[in-house]
């Protein structure tokens, strides 16, 4: 519903989950009001939510002039720790805005918002980076996995310590992730698939434990997996998409992208062809022969 004394538009994220309040991330990122009548002053904007998934917020406004604009961003909206950690389920609510002049209403506006479940994903088209949230490097299933993984390692090549870079050697570092690898390929876990367009709607994703009571996994639960333990040994861990599919890297030297989160697929082909990254399918661990890491990079090489 809106009036048309006051004008209000609202840039905010219409998928929000627990990994939200987790990080800080800001809901709302910008308020904005247009005064489209006379001069207005002691304005009140109130901001509440339902169901109760953040606290109200009340900004006050001496003076918005006529034709004039007022702006806010980031919103400071508190989201509620206890409503999205216990949310198992996604849930619509709405974000309400009105704006008072005394006990007058000159302005208001509702919008919807998904609340999703605390281990529900929201896809690309909201906020991609907080695909990171899900990486869960301290479950304690990524150590039961590890120290199998440092029994394969010391069989492979003399030596079981999970150093990351320390070597400042790539074949190390690749050595460590293929001993991972052959470690997840022996648990027995079998794909299961995706929802349909995962990528941009979103899905719920198992953590670490869940798969190992489970047995069950997609293609994104296997990249969050494999992120998790390399994670966990000092390794700096990359997820990678297309349509309909997501797989696993890892740089072999110390260093990152300087974005969270880029679409520039022809770096990553560079970096792959220059062996500063190993980019590997992971859902083969989950069939009858899981393989090496060499033929997960065989099967991921078409994607890049």
């Given at each position: 519903?809106?009036?048309?004394?006051?004008?209000?538009?609202?840039?905010?994220?219409?998928?929000?989950?627990?990994?939200?309040?987790?990080?800080?991330?800001?809901?709302?990122?910008?308020?904005?009001?247009?005064?489209?009548?006379?001069?207005?002053?002691?304005?009140?904007?109130?901001?509440?939510?339902?169901?109760?998934?953040?606290?109200?917020?009340?900004?006050?406004?001496?003076?918005?002039?006529?034709?004039?604009?007022?702006?806010?961003?980031?919103?400071?909206?508190?989201?509620?720790?206890?409503?999205?950690?216990?949310?198992?389920?996604?849930?619509?609510?709405?974000?309400?805005v009105e704006v008072k002049e005394g006990d007058k209403v000159v302005g208001s506006?509702?919008?919807?918002?998904?609340?999703?479940?605390?281990?529900?994903?929201?896809?690309?088209?909201?906020?991609?980076?907080?695909?990171?949230?899900?990486?869960?490097?301290?479950?304690?299933?990524?150590?039961?996995?590890?120290?199998?993984?440092?029994?394969?390692?010391?069989?492979?090549?003399?030596?079981?310590?999970?150093?990351?870079?320390?070597?400042?050697?790539?074949?190390?570092?690749?050595?460590?992730?293929?001993?991972?690898?052959?470690?997840?390929?022996?648990?027995?876990?079998?794909?299961?698939?995706?929802?349909?367009?995962?990528?941009?709607?979103?899905?719920?994703?198992?953590?670490?434990?869940?798969?190992?009571?489970?047995?069950?996994?997609?293609?994104?639960?296997?990249?969050?997996?494999?992120?998790?333990?390399?994670?966990?040994?000092?390794?700096?861990?990359?997820?990678?998409?297309?349509?309909?599919?997501?797989?696993?890297?890892?740089?072999?030297e110390e260093r990152t992208l300087l974005d969270p989160s880029d679409d520039d697929?022809?770096?990553?082909?560079?970096?792959?062809?220059?062996?500063?990254?190993?980019?590997?399918?992971?859902?083969?661990?989950?069939?009858?022969?899981?393989?090496?890491?060499?033929?997960?990079?065989?099967?991921?090489?078409?994607?890049?």
């Amino acid at each position: 519903m809106k009036t048309t004394d006051v004008q209000i538009a609202l840039s905010l994220d219409r998928a929000i989950n627990y990994a939200f309040q987790q990080n800080a991330i800001p809901v709302v990122n910008e308020l904005r009001l247009k005064n489209d009548a006379a001069p207005r002053k002691d304005l009140t904007i109130h901001v509440t939510t339902a169901p109760a998934f953040a606290a109200p917020v009340e900004v006050r406004l001496q003076v918005l002039d006529a034709n004039g604009e007022f702006r806010v961003g980031p919103l400071d909206l508190k989201l509620s720790h206890d409503f999205l950690a216990e949310l198992n389920e996604k849930v619509s609510g709405w974000l309400k805005v009105e704006v008072k002049e005394g006990d007058k209403v000159v302005g208001s506006q509702t919008e919807s918002v998904s609340l999703l479940a605390r281990n529900e994903w929201c896809g690309l088209v909201s906020l991609p980076e907080i695909l990171a949230a899900f990486v869960l490097p301290n479950d304690p299933a990524v150590m039961t996995i590890l120290g199998r993984a440092a029994e394969l390692l010391r069989e492979h090549t003399g030596r079981s310590a999970f150093n990351g870079y320390q070597d400042k050697n790539r074949k190390r570092a690749w050595e460590q992730v293929a001993a991972i690898y052959r470690s997840v390929g022996e648990l027995g876990i079998r794909y299961i698939s995706p929802p349909a367009s995962f990528e941009n709607t979103g899905q719920k994703v198992r953590f670490p434990s869940d798969m190992l009571g489970q047995k069950f996994g997609t293609c994104l639960d296997l990249a969050l997996l494999f992120a998790a333990c390399l994670e966990q040994v000092g390794l700096h861990p990359l997820i990678l998409m297309h349509q309909g599919h997501a797989y696993a890297g890892c740089w072999l030297e110390e260093r990152t992208l300087l974005d969270p989160s880029d679409d520039d697929l022809q770096q990553i082909r560079k970096l792959a062809t220059d062996e500063l990254l190993t980019v590997f399918e992971t859902t083969i661990v989950a069939g009858e022969s899981p393989g090496t890491l060499r033929d997960a990079e065989l099967l991921a090489a078409p994607h890049l």
